[in-house]
């Protein structure tokens, strides 16, 4: 079993910033891409950022240029620092991992929930 555990998440007004992190432990031997999604209430859920375990970002048009995504491979940790936040950035907000364990699996987080107010 692996466990994602996110945390960061609150409220923020319009313009400012937060940084999500996201810890696995568990049955980790290696660790693949992880990343971050998001849903809005009455929204499916929606990639936001991705990084793989050499590093290569990938991001959301909706947040490229003020999101950046980086991990903490000794730490299995991976984070979310975003800037100038909007009102349509309110979400709750998912950590995913493709972990190897003996088998390869995808885990989510619970989530973390992010309110920007106007």
């Known amino acids: 079993q692996v466990q994602l555990v996110e945390s960061g998440g609150g409220l923020v007004q319009a313009g400012g910033s937060l940084r999500l992190s996201c810890a696995a432990s568990?049955?980790?031997?290696?660790?693949?891409?992880m990343g971050w999604y998001r849903q809005a209430p009455g929204k499916q859920r929606e990639l936001v950022a991705t990084?793989?375990?050499?590093?290569?970002?990938n991001y959301a048009d909706s947040v490229k240029g003020r999101s950046t995504i980086s991990r903490d491979n000794a730490k299995n940790t991976v984070y979310l620092q975003m800037n100038s936040l909007k009102p349509e950035d309110t979400a709750v907000y998912y950590c995913?991992?493709?972990?190897?364990?003996?088998?390869?699996?995808?885990?989510w987080g619970k989530g973390t929930l992010v309110t920007v107010s106007s």
């Open positions: 568990g049955s980790i031997f290696s660790i693949n891409a």
């Open positions: 990084v793989t375990s050499g590093g290569v970002t």
């Open positions: 995913n991992a493709e972990v190897y364990g003996g088998v390869m699996n995808t885990w």
